[in-house]
């Protein structure tokens, strides 16, 4: 079984930064992580993705050039760092491990079936 504990999230203006954390703690770790976010009343949304080397990362459209996914597997943590934040950013982020060592391509890891443990989740709200 993994743990994946999310931490980081705060209120930031509009055009400021921020750093989310992903650690795991558990059995077999690294996996290909995740991280999906949940605006009020909308649905889940992929934002991006590591594989389990580091070697390969995913973006959602509306996020990428902004956010990028980093892992320190000394650490046992994946991280989020989001730049040149907007009002539409705002929302619960999650992550989430994949445990099948699979490396897949964007439409296999923005899909939430495709990962096995997930986080509680992050609130991140951004000011405008």
């Known amino acids: 079984q993994v743990q994946l504990v999310e931490s980081g999230g705060g209120l930031v203006e509009a055009g400021g930064s921020l750093k989310l954390s992903c650690e795991a703690s558990?059995?077999?770790?690294?996996?290909?992580t995740g991280w999906f976010r949940q605006a009020p009343g909308k649905g889940r949304e992929f934002v991006g993705a590591?594989?389990?080397?580091?070697?390969?990362?995913y973006y959602a459209e509306s996020v990428k050039a902004r956010f990028t996914i980093s892992r320190d597997d000394a650490k046992n943590t994946v991280y989020l760092e989001m730049n040149s934040l907007k009002s539409e950013d705002t929302a619960v982020y999650s992550c989430a491990a994949d445990k099948s060592r699979l490396v897949g391509d964007i439409d296999y890891y923005s899909r939430p079936a495709s990962y096995d443990y997930w986080g509680q989740g992050t609130q991140v709200t951004v000011s405008s």
């Open positions: 558990g059995r077999s770790y690294p996996y290909s």
């Open positions: 590591i594989s389990s080397s580091g070697n390969t990362k």
